[in-house]
């Protein structure tokens, strides 16, 4: 089977000199992946020159519009339809792909792809899921800021995309699900946390409870539903601690030249503890309760973290994981019978 | 002048074995310190044996309960009454002590106060307010969970309280206060972060407007106001990727003989980065908006981050910041006349 990948080649902050190169490379490692780079055609000929790869399957496909990054959705969505998120997200519609990746701006291509894509039956609001890692693995959080204000039904909805996602993509029977909320007994929760804890207790996932931020990152927990800003909040916090701690890293490092010759030494040692975390192994989140594939890169992404999202968008298409969520959503949030509550624990 | 502190000896996971040495540490450190240990007389004074210290600078107040870490704060409010807790939080309303610091749970410790002491004048909810590295210093982020479902009323009130705290302890003129929302433009925040944008922004504060979870750490915004919630799902969500690179550093370093002696030499600059970020340095959160002070030292404190609970309740005493915060915050909510505003900027 020929798996085929649509490419938003303009978009992310480096547009087409990370897009381009990070085809190639998705192209060399799987001899299954078609792809078809949608965007200025001339500037993706120059670009694809510096490159060797298999030409049988490569495509451009011409958009004369970009959305920028700091296009608001409702702009993207009227007066952007020649842009190169649209009209990928057009060849998926229209089944002459069957993924999209674009780093181009989040709430723009979600709206663009709700649009284009439509939501699943029984999904209310599509939901941004990017996987994390953690002590032991990495856990998928979901969803990282496309939805305020959720109802209890919504956050549900996300437990069982997460639940579907996890064990298509890392053939996880039974992924253990969490909803994050705070410790404070007495005071726990907002009404939609406590809503949606009775609707996921009642269901068939893995329920392990309540989580806490911190556990997020202990690898107890396969699944973490989130209202979007809170899960943006524990996103972009965690991002900027990580920064931090590089950053005084670097600079206990390079104080002085026997720091960095100690630096030089421990060189090997720092280099796969880094690659241990580093992030751009977990670019590419899954825009999940659409009907098709669409996979968000970070915005500045580089060519490692742009193949990684190719490599995801390939992996949910051999996973069928839209069909999933289809199917699972309506069983999943059922209350099971006795026995099979049985069975399942 | 000297300043009288009492401690919650009984509080925390560790109890007497960290609050009294730390105790002792705080003494040494401080000669205008005085420092009443509250709990059981018997096992403090066996714990006192193993310590030389100024005994005309310590005291002991007898008190015969102790408030779990897994009592609720209504059975800590209404059956403790005999506890290390509310005795050291009694000493501070009847002026035998000027600030109260414990390790016991937060929620008993926030109740109770609230009970013992009051609130501010114009301060519906006491916050709980912490400080953090960044890469140039430090932050103050308020609330951490004591509020959940705030108004926008109660947010600026975090705002000021912050601003006051900023400026006392860090003698900071002007400490940049910033609203802690997500980056999605059209989709931005909940309604009580707009109300609390709206008020702040007719305020004297030096309001730099949203800041986003990655900012808390990027030493550009002095303070952080937020809901509890949010507050508490980024202090989590930093605090469980922080302990998380800290396992895979450890990791790295001990998978040989070879990698072991690696960091043996980089020992000292590990020592060093490890310095700069040491949580136990940011020990001892202030319970912002009562008439006293309350300083909650973190459950598992050792002795060093439990001697820095002590020294923030001493500087605290020193800049008066109750009153000041009582002073401020009828003013700084008050949209100020022009002129007073262009003098301010």
Redesign the interface.
């Known amino acids: 089977m020929t798996i085929k990948v649509a490419i938003d080649a303009m978009g992310g902050d480096h547009g087409l000199s990370v897009t381009v190169p990070a085809s190639i490379d998705a192209l060399q490692k799987f001899s299954d992946l078609h792809i078809t780079l949608v965007g200025k055609k001339q500037l993706i000929e120059s670009e694809l020159a510096n490159h060797q790869y298999d030409t049988s399957r490569l495509t451009i496909e011409h958009a004369e519009q970009v959305v920028e990054m700091d296009d608001?959705?409702?702009k993207a969505l009227r007066n952007k339809r020649q842009s190169s998120m649209r009209i990928a997200l057009n060849l998926v519609k229209d089944d002459q792909a069957q993924a999209c990746v674009s780093a181009g701006n989040?709430?723009a291509l979600m709206a663009v792809a709700k649009f284009v894509l439509k939501t699943l039956p029984g999904i209310e609001r599509p939901a941004i899921c990017t996987s994390m890692?953690?002590?032991k693995g990495h856990v998928h959080v979901l969803d990282l800021?496309?939805n305020?204000?959720c109802t209890g039904e919504n956050l549900a909805q996300f437990a069982v995309m997460g639940s579907v996602l996890a064990k298509a993509v890392d053939d996880n029977p039974h992924p253990r699900v969490g909803l994050?909320n705070?410790?404070?007994?007495?005071?726990k929760?907002?009404q939609r946390i406590k809503d949606a804890h009775q609707i996921i207790s009642g269901s068939k996932i893995n329920y392990i409870g309540y989580v806490?931020?911190?556990?997020?990152?202990?690898g107890d927990t396969d699944v973490v539903a989130c209202d979007?800003?809170?899960g943006?909040?524990?996103?972009?916090?965690?991002?900027?601690?990580?920064?931090?701690?590089a950053?005084?890293?670097r600079?206990?490092?390079n104080?002085n030249l026997l720091?960095k010759f100690?630096?030089l030494?421990?060189y090997p040692?720092?280099k796969?503890?880094k690659d241990?975390?580093d992030p751009r192994r977990y670019n590419g989140a899954s825009l999940l309760g659409l009907r098709k594939i669409v996979i968000k890169s970070h915005g500045g992404a580089d060519r490692f973290s742009f193949y990684h999202a190719i490599a995801e968008a390939r992996l949910e298409v051999i996973k069928n994981v839209p069909d999933l969520i289809s199917e699972e959503v309506s069983q999943l949030l059922v209350a099971p019978p006795v026995d099979d509550a049985q069975q399942a624990s």
Chains 1, 2 share one sequence.
């Open positions: 608001l959705p409702s989040t709430g890692p953690t002590m800021g496309a305020v204000g994050l705070i410790g404070e007994e007495e005071i929760g907002h806490e931020g911190d556990d997020i990152y202990k979007g800003f809170d943006n909040i524990a996103l972009k916090s965690s991002e900027g601690v990580a920064k931090m701690i950053f005084y890293l600079e206990a490092f104080r720091t100690i630096g030494c421990a040692v720092l796969s503890f241990k975390v």
